[in-house]
């Protein structure tokens, strides 16, 4: 149990177009879900907390408006890059909980390529 | 503000040796840490969950244990195979907030 499916596995845009990524809890009910950035050989960066019916929680430094994130039911959030860059190149990997103190469950990740 | 620490960066090692990752933490008020695994190119896959309260977890050839007090964790992985090849991560909660992660140990089981 407690799978979280992420979808695309990978996508290459051209610079100025926008993507979207979905994120779906498969298994269970998410409140909450993480959005994490990777660059190459990097750790995990939080980028927001995306709550269920409200506004997403971005980190500092995080550009709000570059980044829209909407989590319209309790089983799925999406993250859209908006008007890409090549800088925007990075794996993105979404998260759940299913209970506040329980452990977090990771979709596969999607690679994105600005071209 | 809460940093994660992993050493060694890289560890390679033969098959069927016994092995140690490290994770400290600065701040020892967490509520819990968790281990995972992460292949290249592919998500994290959750290994072990170990609460404040608790002080190890075992799954299979995995143990990991917690001294909160010293802010430590360590992940044990007793005869190592060529497939637990992969970067460790660990990460720690303090609450319902997101995770903050260490860098990882790359680890490389050589046949």
Known sequence: ?115 | KQEVTQIPAALSVPEGENLVLNCSFTDSAIYNLQWFRQDPGKGLTSLLLIQSSQREQTSGRLNASLDKSSGRSTLYIAASQPGDSATYLCAVSTGNTPLVFGKGTRLSVIA
């Open chain 1, 1 to 115: 149990g407690a799978v979280v499916s992420q979808h695309p596995s990978w996508v290459i845009c051209k610079s100025g177009t926008s993507v979207k990524i979905e994120c779906r809890s498969l298994d269970f009910q998410a409140t909450t879900m993480f959005w994490y950035r990777q660059f190459p050989k990097q750790s995990l960066m939080l980028m927001a907390t995306s709550n269920e019916g409200s506004k997403a929680t971005y980190e500092q430094g995080v550009e709000k408006d570059k980044f829209l994130i909407n989590h319209a039911s309790l089983t799925l959030s999406t993250l859209t890059v908006t008007s890409a860059h090549p800088e925007d190149s990075s794996f993105y990997i979404c998260s759940a909980r299913r209970q506040p103190e329980g452990p977090l469950h990771f979709g596969n990740g999607t690679r994105l390529t600005v071209t």
